[in-house]
């Protein structure tokens, strides 16, 4: 996960205006700073997550479209 995470190096809290009232970076605290999570786009998480199961798991993708009739959908 960590290889795949995004460069967040941290984070500024403004008021309505626009004026910065606090920042936080990254490396704050020895990295356990407001900033302590690992940040990951949705794509690379699923491409995390399916090279680490695919092996042992069988996966069936169907689509999202509620008019897909195909029998591949259940249609």
Do not use: Q, W
């Amino acid at each position: 996960m960590r290889a795949a995470r995004t460069d967040t190096a941290g984070a500024y809290i403004v008021d309505a205006d626009g004026n910065v009232l606090e920042t936080h970076r990254a490396d704050d605290h020895g990295g356990d700073g407001f900033i302590a999570d690992i940040e990951i786009l949705s794509g690379d998480l699923s491409r995390v997550l399916y090279d680490d199961t695919r092996d042992g798991v069988a996966y069936g993708l169907r689509s999202c479209d509620p008019t897909d009739k195909s029998p591949r959908n259940g249609g």
